[in-house]
T-cell receptor, first 114, second 111 residues
Framework: SQQGEEDPQALSIQEGENATMNCSYK?????LQWYRQNSGRGLVHLIL?????REKHSGRLRVTLDTSKKSSSLLITASRAADTASYFC??????????????FGKGTHLIIQP | DAGVTQSPTHLIKTRGQQVTLRCSPK?????VSWYQQALGQGPQFIFQ???????QRGNFPDRFSGHQFPNYSSELNVNALLLGDSALYLC??????????FGPGTRLTVL
């Protein structure tokens, strides 16, 4: 079963605009990660935010995490055509150490119109 | 520095057959995880290997098995293939930490 739910399922915006995607999850987490996938290929890691962090930035990406609401958002600023892809949030729970298996949502398909 | 590699890229099998997929982790990584991604869905966690043992397992039947070798590379085996096993199989590696780096995947088609 999938823990995360991304919203919206699909998003189409003009190049240069900002894109915001949301993710909700159900159980307690150790960290939450965002990945990008182009045309059914491998996933590219974008950013990781830990459960004790509230906001993180990486280039044009900004991620927030609200553990009380069990939700996260990914903001891509000044979008480019190359940002067209599917975006997934993935959560990792607590275990005896090391990297847990990730639980993914169904993804948001982002289309950037030139 | 090579990233995560997987082989083969594509594979076509028939129902009932067995398949083996291979993964080489990123240099310096010791943990390998496998995921199944059906069309239009997010990846689903199959299992994770660390120090040549299965450390975690998702909700997949025993037809799915794996192995990790001393050089940290890994294999995913699926027996008695079903049509529903058609999917993109992704391997990810990590080093005792949180970030998992994914390979390009193996596209399996079961006819």
């Amino acid at each position: 079963s999938q823990q995360g739910e991304e919203d919206p399922q699909a998003l189409s915006i003009q190049e240069g605009e900002n894109a915001t995607m949301n993710c909700s999850y159900k159980t307690s987490i150790n960290n939450l990660q965002w990945y990008r996938q182009n045309s059914g290929r491998g996933l590219v890691h974008l950013i990781l935010i830990r459960s004790n962090e509230r906001e993180k930035h990486s280039g044009r990406l900004r991620v927030t995490l609200d553990t009380s609401k069990k939700s996260s958002s990914l903001l891509i600023t000044a979008s480019r055509a190359a940002d067209t892809a599917s975006y997934f949030c993935a959560t990792a729970g607590y275990s005896g150490g090391g990297a847990d298996g990730l639980t993914f949502g169904k993804g948001t398909h982002l289309i950037i119109q030139p | 520095d090579a990233g995560v590699t997987q082989s083969p890229t594509h594979l076509i099998k028939t129902r009932g057959q067995q398949v083996t997929l291979r993964c080489s982790p990123k240099s310096g990584h010791d943990t390998v995880s496998w995921y199944q991604q059906a069309l239009g869905q997010g990846p689903q966690f199959i299992f994770q290997y660390y120090e040549e043992e299965e450390r975690q397992r998702g909700n997949f039947p025993d037809r799915f098995s794996g192995h990790q070798f001393p050089n940290y590379s890994s294999e995913l085996n699926v027996n008695a293939l079903l049509l529903g096993d058609s999917a993109l199989y992704l391997c990810a590696s990590s080093y005792s930490g949180d970030t998992q780096y994914f390979g390009p995947g193996t596209r399996l088609t079961v006819l």
